[in-house]
């Protein structure tokens, strides 16, 4: 039998309150048909607290951030705790589909490919997002409402995509946060300034951002304060821990090591 529940949020331990009237339920009875191919049938995906019987509760924490703020390297850190998944985000999709690279092609010309790249984006996001739990808690970087609320936001506000793509776009996301559900229990927040963004992935080195200027990491950095510290955008889906990210790498292990309980007792 499916069973699927709310737990209690802990708005206290959080620097930003979580608003009860984000409490999104969504009932989604057409979900298995959506889902075919998938083996969902012993979990409730009707809920963002879901149960297997005998399982216990598990929980999922998305992880956020600008570009090159640090996300991969956290996710390398907790995937050395036990009963963590970790899922990183599927880059190397974007920069290959079928012999293809959106990624590229989006940053050469995003007003042509911009529409593309996020297209696949949102597909590989909800992909991610429906993939069954193989442990307790999943850490996932970045989320399908990232994507859209940050990365499609940006394009088209600059002016990079054409209306009928941002509306088709739009059209699509909210089609698939209206009938499936996106569980999340925590959102951290690697929250960085620009300029240190900017450094980092001028060291990482990744070619098809070369060609990213500092103006794109700002746009990038001012939607995501938007978004998760003024409240000022977008729905919040869930409670916001903010680590502050501009630190050196032994400064953020500390960090991490920190707020371990915090993030692990999620869903508490
Ligand atoms: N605290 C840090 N101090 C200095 N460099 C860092 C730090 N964290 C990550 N890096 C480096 O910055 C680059 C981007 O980090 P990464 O974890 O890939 O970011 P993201 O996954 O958010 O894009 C990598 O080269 C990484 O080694
Ligand atoms: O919706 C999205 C999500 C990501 N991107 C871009 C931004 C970066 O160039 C890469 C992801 O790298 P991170 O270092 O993990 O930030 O993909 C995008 O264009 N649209």
């Known amino acids: 039998m499916i069973v699927g529940f709310f737990c209690r ?11 009860s009237t984000h409490v999104l ?6 979900l298995g048909k959506h889902l075919s191919g998938r083996s969902r049938s012993s979990t409730s995906v009707n809920h963002r607290k879901l149960v297997r019987n005998g399982e216990g509760k598990k929980s999922v924490i998305w992880l956020e951030g600008n570009i090159a703020s640090g996300k991969t390297t956290c996710l390398e850190y907790f995937s050395k705790t036990s009963d963590i998944e970790v899922l990183t985000e599927p880059v190397s999709k974007w920069r290959n589909v079928q012999g293809c690279n959106p990624l590229g092609l989006m940053y050469q010309d ?9 297209t696949y984006v949102q597909l590989t996001m909800l992909d991610r997002h429906v993939l069954p739990m193989a442990s307790p808690i999943r850490m996932m970087e970045r989320s399908i409402y990232s994507a859209k609320y940050i990365f499609v936001e940006n394009l088209y506000k600059s002016g990079k995509m054409p209306e009928v793509d941002f509306a088709v776009l739009s059209e699509w996301f909210e089609w698939i946060v209206k009938n499936i ?3 999340v229990d925590l959102i951290v927040y690697l929250q960085t300034s620009p300029q240190t963004c900017y450094e980092r992935l001028k060291q990482r080195c990744r070619e098809e951002e070369k060609v990213i ?6 746009s990038i950095h001012n939607l995501y304060e938007d978004w998760l510290i003024h409240h000022k955008s977008f729905e919040v889906p869930a409670p916001v821990l903010v ?12 960090q991490f090591e920190e707020n371990r309980e915090k993030i692990l007792m999620a869903n508490c």
């Open 243 to 254: 680590m502050p990210a501009d630190h050196d790498l032994k400064k953020m292990l500390h």
């Open 110 to 118: 995003p007003s042509r490919w911009g529409l593309t790249l996020q």
């Open 25 to 30: 339920v969504r009932q989604t009875p057409a």
């Open 213 to 218: 200027p500092l103006e794109y990491i700002e």
């Open 181 to 183: 559900a996106i569980p």
């Open 9 to 19: 949020v802990v708005l206290p331990l959080y620097s930003h309150k979580y608003p």
